[in-house]
Structure formats: structure tokens, C-alpha cells
């Protein structure tokens, strides 16, 4: 069975400060691993996904993850904080194909102007 | 591409009511997945639908059912509501039969209130 744990509930960084979103995994499989963003009132978007290809994966907005299978992790990253990346984050993680998606549960990221 | 779109956006029930939900899936797509995501947690896995069958099932009581449409579109029935299934109730849909596990496009999602 596949778990996630994301290890902050909360983050909050100054605007054009660094970003850091932590998330473990655990997965029977090559797993398959992404970030959604939820922001207020939103359905969920999605930002990366790792599918077994190249380790450090670039998505939207300028977000990247590396995939860091010796320490289970998917941490996600941004150089630079704006204030419209306040919002909740989700690390995923699937299994296999079309199995389901099972969801962190979540981290608060605010910017501070 | 309206991309998946959900209905309603809000609904308030009383509790013993029944109540359906509703979700068209992104262009192309043939499967739909349906998600609770409870006030602060994140989204579980309810059920999902293939081919006008349910595939797989989360841990949620029978209470919850299901449908699909020949046109990929699908319906969540919830029976003898629960102050409890108060949430937001989120439809995704994805394509079955790619090679790599396939992006899965969430709708903006059913707020759900029990009273």
C-alpha cells in the first residue's frame, strides 16, 4: 500500500524567498508522484509529475521536485516566492496506472508581502 | 475544452436525505474517479468508473453509489446523509490505456453541507 506524508501542515516564507515543500513517500511499486495545488474555493491543478523518466522534473509557474528515491522523497521547490503561490499544496501518489490517487494532507503555503 | 465541470457548486441537505452529484469529464476521457476532501484534510478515494462500471472502490460505506453514462459522464449518490459526509466532493477524469500512469483533471468540485 502507498502512504504520503507531508511534513508541514504550515509554511510561510517572505515574497522572492525561497520555496520548500516537503513530502515522503511510501510505495510497494515504482511509484508515479505529483503536486497538485488547491487554491481557495479551487478545484485541484496540476503542477509536476514524476512518471520514471528524469529525476529532477520541472512544472508550471516555476515549480521543480526531485524525485530522491534513496531517501523516499518528492520535495517541491521554488527560487522565488510570489504572492499568488499562497495556497494549499497536495504531494500525491499512485502506484500503478489508472490506480487511485492517495493525497497528502496538505501544506498551507502563505507569502508575506 | 471545458475541461471536467461538475454540478451543483453548492448544495445544502438534511440529514436521512439523499443527494446526487454530478460530473462531466474532460474531452477524450472515458474514466471518472470521485473524491471526499473533508474541511482541512485531503482528498479520499471514493470509487471509480470505466466503461459504465465501477472499477475500484475506496474504504466508504455502500451508502455511497455510483453511475456512468455511455457519454463518460457520471453521478455520486449519497443515501441516509450523515452531518459527517459534509465536504467537498471532487470528480476527476483521466484516460484509461496510456502507457504511463495518465495526469488525472480534477472538476472545481460539489460543496456538500449537512444539516
Known amino acids: 500500500a502507498q502512504s504520503v506524508t507531508q511534513l508541514d501542515s504550515h509554511v510561510s516564507v517572505s515574497e522572492g524567498t525561497p520555496v520548500l515543500l516537503r513530502c515522503n513517500y511510501s510505495?510497494?511499486?515504482?511509484?508515479?508522484l505529483f503536486w497538485y495545488v488547491q487554491h481557495p474555493n479551487k478545484g485541484l491543478q496540476l503542477l509536476l509529475k514524476?512518471?520514471?523518466?528524469?529525476?529532477l522534473v520541472k512544472g508550471i509557474n516555476g515549480f521543480e521536485a526531485e524525485f530522491k528515491k534513496s531517501e523516499t522523497s518528492f520535495h517541491l521547490t521554488k527560487p522565488s516566492a510570489h504572492m499568488s503561490d499562497a495556497a494549499e499544496y497536495f504531494c500525491v501518489v499512485s502506484d500503478r496506472r489508472n490506480t487511485p490517487l492517495v493525497f497528502g494532507k496538505g501544506t498551507r503555503l502563505s507569502v508575506i508581502a | 475544452d471545458a475541461g471536467v465541470t461538475q454540478s451543483p457548486t453548492h448544495l445544502i441537505k438534511t440529514r436521512g436525505q439523499q443527494v446526487t452529484l454530478r460530473c462531466s469529464p474532460k474531452s477524450g476521457h472515458d474514466t471518472v474517479s470521485w473524491y471526499q476532501q473533508a474541511l482541512g484534510q485531503g482528498p479520499q478515494f471514493i470509487f471509480q468508473?470505466?466503461?459504465?462500471?465501477?472499477?475500484q472502490r475506496g474504504n466508504f460505506p455502500d451508502r455511497f453509489s455510483g453511475h456512468q453514462f455511455p457519454n463518460y459522464s457520471s453521478e455520486l449518490n449519497v443515501n441516509a446523509l450523515l452531518l459527517g459526509d459534509s465536504a467537498l466532493y471532487l470528480c476527476a477524469s483521466s484516460l484509461t490505456g496510456q502507457r504511463m500512469n495518465t495526469e488525472a483533471f480534477f472538476g472545481q468540485g460539489t460543496r456538500l453541507t449537512v444539516v
Open positions: 468508473y470505466y466503461e459504465e462500471e465501477e472499477r
Open positions: 514524476y512518471t520514471s523518466a528524469a529525476t
Open positions: 510505495s510497494s511499486y515504482s511509484p508515479s
